[in-house]
């Protein structure tokens, strides 16, 4: 499930911490299209009350081992 750009602005980017109701950015300091993908995430899981579910701490704990 993707979570709408509206929603995933409502909570602060985990990635380059971009505050509520602002865009991502990228590495560059260039606004995104879209917001980073643990932000949709955590969007997710505010939305349906599952902070911390098994899908987001899989996907973040396979993204830590990667960087």
Not at 10 to 29: H, I, S, Y
Not at 51 to 62: K, V, W
Request: charged share 25%; aromatic share 2%.
């Amino acid at each position: 499930m993707k979570v709408k750009r509206e929603i995933a602005l409502t909570v602060r980017c985990p990635t380059c911490g971009a505050k509520p109701g602002e865009n991502c950015e990228l590495g560059t300091g260039q606004p995104r299209t879209e917001p980073h993908r643990d932000r949709r995430l955590a969007a997710l899981d505010k939305l349906t009350g599952t902070a911390g579910s098994l899908s987001s701490t899989c996907y973040r704990s396979h993204y830590d081992q990667q960087h």
